[in-house]
């Protein structure tokens, strides 16, 4: 019989890469301190409607993409593909509105999307997301791009290029969709020039014809009319908000004209960072403005903007370039057994030195002193302890500092507090 393997798309994140994880999660939950964002943890599934109200029935997520079933009592339920919709639920549900305005919100978990699986792209995968709520303004905008801007910096990445693009609202985007479509037509090409995907865009989706990557549509829109030139007042008047605020604080932001985004209910501000290091998939983190999406799922008017930048895509880009954030686990003392019957007194001291403060491995194998030794080494332990039959019976344990490789005999009741104060003058 085979061993059964983990679904593809989906993986495993072992302990030399999870420590890089919490450490990514530690520096947005602080920087979510300072900005004045508080935690939510919201569930994994949600009524299917949700997104598809939400997200667009249109959208490749949607149709293609969610992990959908019907649950025991009849209910469509979907495992969440995104985080915004069900934040915007939730504030709805919990009548937010009655609040001080914005509500400044995130969360971080795993979501699930039936995509084709590649570096940096998977069918489960885990997003940090920040929205800010209740608030119009530019500088909200403003303010969730230099969220992100500062969790990139408080991990030591840099050289990430940030895109923006306004997709404009309900009332200037058909005037745009119209341009473009009636562009694309009468180019040389024609509608038969596009992709088959992008064909069958040109009717239900045509801004997403900005966004294929195969070279035939990239072409045929390469001199498309620019969405920011047929915005309306509003939307002209917030976009050159956010460009002034973004110059302001002395971002480095560059106009992207292509830049649409895969889910419809963005309007006005829509943005992208992007990671040299990931290759094609090269978005590390994704956000804009949506201020129609409470009215899609049911409630009010309630503006919004935010973003979601990938956890996989971030440990990616750290990796490749170099930079390794906060600190593996360390391990302070091994206690490595001369016989059998040294293992229960083993377990007590491991006990004692963890009561202590001191990170302890243990080998309860029985083997040999120095396979024991070796495995010590490899933990990066800064002490070995030494425990037989003869210490046992004098009361004392071998204590060997492993940097110097100097090996005293201390008492057995002050072990603890003993190698807690040497570590603490090794660590300094
Ligand atoms: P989106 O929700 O599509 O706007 O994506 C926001 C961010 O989530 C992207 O910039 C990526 O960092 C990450 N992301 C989206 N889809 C995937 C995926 N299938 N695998 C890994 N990361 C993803």
């Known amino acids: 019989m085979e061993v059964i393997k983990a679904p593809r798309g989906t993986r495993d994140v072992l302990g030399d890469e999870s420590w890089k994880w919490t450490h990514v999660l530690d520096v947005c939950r602080r920087t979510a301190d300072d900005f004045g964002y508080s935690e939510v943890l919201l569930p994994i599934f949600e009524h299917t409607e949700l997104f598809s109200r939400g997200i667009g029935d249109t959208t490749d997520v949607v149709e293609k993409e969610m992990y959908t079933f019907t649950d025991r009592g009849n209910r469509s339920i979907t495992l969440r593909p995104e985080l915004t919709a069900s934040m915007v639920r939730s504030y709805l549900e919990h009548d937010m509105r009655r609040?001080?305005?914005?509500?400044?919100?995130?969360?971080?978990?795993?979501?699930?999307?039936?995509?084709?699986?590649?570096?940096?792209?998977?069918?489960?995968?885990?997003?940090?997301?920040?929205?800010?709520?209740?608030?119009?303004?530019?500088?909200?905008?403003?303010?969730?791009?230099?969220?992100?801007?500062?969790?990139?910096?408080?991990?030591?990445?840099?050289?990430?290029q940030v895109l923006i693009n306004s997709v404009g609202c309900p009332k200037c985007r058909p005037v745009y969709r119209e341009a473009l479509k009636s562009f694309i037509a009468s180019s040389p090409g024609g509608v038969r020039g596009l992709c088959e995907t992008c064909r069958d865009r040109f009717d239900r989706n045509p801004l997403r014809i900005l966004d294929c990557k195969i070279p035939e549509c990239k072409d045929l829109t390469r001199s498309a009319p620019a969405m920011i030139d047929s915005l309306c007042d509003e939307c002209r008047e917030h976009f050159d908000g956010v460009g002034r605020g973004l110059d302001r604080i002395g971002a480095d932001v560059r106009l992207d004209n292509r830049l649409v985004r895969g889910l419809d209910y963005y309007t006005k501000t829509a943005y992208e960072i992007l990671a040299g290091e990931l290759g094609s998939q090269n978005a590390v983190c994704g956000g804009g403005r949506y201020d129609n999406l409470a009215e899609a799922i049911g409630g009010p008017h309630v503006p919004g903007v935010g973003f979601a930048s990938g956890i996989e895509r971030i440990v990616i880009t750290l990796e490749g370039q170099g930079v390794?954030?906060?600190?593996?686990?360390?391990?302070?003392?091994?206690?490595?057994?001369?016989?059998?019957?040294?293992?229960?007194?083993?377990?007590?001291?491991?006990?004692?030195?963890?009561?202590?403060?001191?990170?302890?491995?243990?080998?309860?194998?029985?083997?040999?002193?120095?396979?024991?030794?070796?495995?010590?080494?490899?933990?990066?332990?800064?002490?070995?302890?030494?425990?037989?039959?003869?210490?046992?019976?004098?009361?004392?344990?071998?204590?060997?500092?492993?940097?110097?490789?100097?090996?005293?005999?201390?008492?057995?009741?002050?072990?603890?507090?003993?190698?807690?104060?040497?570590?603490?003058e090794m660590v300094e």
């Open 99 to 160: 609040l001080p305005q914005p509500v400044k919100l995130w969360s971080a978990g795993p979501m699930f999307r039936y995509e084709r699986p590649q570096k940096g792209r998977y069918r489960q995968f885990w997003q940090i997301d920040f929205e800010i709520l209740g608030v119009p303004s530019p500088m909200a905008d403003l303010e969730t791009i230099d969220t992100s801007m500062e969790i990139y910096r408080r991990l030591g990445l840099s050289n990430l």
């Open 324 to 424: 390794y954030p906060g600190k593996a686990p360390e391990t302070d003392v091994c206690i490595v057994t001369a016989s059998d019957d040294a293992i229960m007194e083993a377990c007590a001291l491991a006990h004692e030195l963890r009561m202590s403060g001191l990170a302890v491995g243990s080998d309860y194998t029985g083997r040999g002193m120095k396979a024991q030794m070796k495995q010590a080494a490899s933990a990066g332990a800064r002490f070995v302890c030494i425990l037989g039959g003869d210490e046992i019976a004098s009361g004392v344990v071998g204590v060997k500092n492993m940097k110097n490789g100097e090996q005293v005999s201390v008492p057995r009741s002050g072990t603890a507090a003993k190698i807690a104060l040497w570590r603490e």
